[in-house]
């Protein structure tokens, strides 16, 4: 596609359920990362991927984060018995290399609630 | 470890205005710095890049020069538009962290006519 999509736009869920976030990164990105927005805060990194490398999962909050990603294409954001302090916007990015080389493209975000 | 702090926001101005958003960071390397706009509806674009000491990045109007001996990457404009509106995010990559950004809290322009 044209740029990065997520999906879905927004989620609400109950508390203690699980939750999945797609991403859809710019064809040919090899580098792909998560972040989170939680309401009047910064961006908080969660996850990148770069290629076959192994992931920087250095970022993710607790053992009920995970990430995957298939090749260089989608990646899916899993987060079980969800918590109200999950509640942001989570937001992925693609770009061709790293960031200090290439720009990032930044998809529009899940806006997550966890009731 | 790696930080940014931005001015909160939000900063409110008339068509026209000079705007500053300051930034400073906080880095054990040479990180690259970036300023990201987000505007209303849409997602984060980067809005320009400094990847060494004393370099200037622009873009549409906006500058921001990289000053180690401050660090800081203030982000600045000489006479702001209403359709400059938007969320603004300083952040640092340091390759030494495998590239991932490191994001300020955001400030919010409001400009109006």
């Known amino acids: 596609g044209a740029g990065v999509s997520q999906s879905p736009s927004n989620k609400v869920t109950e508390k203690g359920k699980d939750v999945e976030l797609r991403c859809d990164p710019i064809s040919g990105h090899t580098a792909l990362y998560w972040y989170r927005q939680r309401l009047g805060q910064g961006l908080e990194f969660l996850i990148y991927f770069q290629g076959n490398s192994a992931p920087d999962k250095s970022g993710l909050p607790s053992d009920r984060f995970s990430a995957e990603r298939t090749g260089e294409s989608v990646s899916t954001l899993t987060i079980q018995r969800t918590q109200q302090e999950d509640s942001a916007v989570y937001l992925c990015a693609s770009s061709l290399e790293g960031y200090t080389n290439t720009e990032a493209f930044f998809g529009q975000g899940t806006r997550l609630t966890v009731v | 470890g790696d930080s940014v702090t931005q001015m909160e926001g939000p900063v409110t101005l008339s068509e026209e205005a000079f705007l500053t958003i300051n930034c400073t960071y906080t880095?054990?390397?040479?990180?690259?710095l970036f300023w990201y706009v987000q505007y209303p509806g849409e997602g984060l674009q980067l809005l320009l890049k400094?990847?060494?000491?004393?370099d200037k990045g622009s873009n549409k109007g906006f500058e921001a020069t990289y000053r180690k001996e401050t660090t800081s990457f203030h982000l600045e404009k000489g006479s702001v538009q209403v359709s400059d509106s938007a969320v603004y995010f300083c952040?640092?990559?340091?390759?030494?962290?495998?590239?991932?950004?490191?994001f300020g809290t955001g400030t919010r322009l409001q400009v109006f006519p």
């Open positions: 400094a990847t060494k000491a004393d």
């Open positions: 952040a640092l990559s340091d390759r030494r962290q495998t590239d991932k950004l490191i």
């Open positions: 880095a054990t390397g040479y990180p690259s």
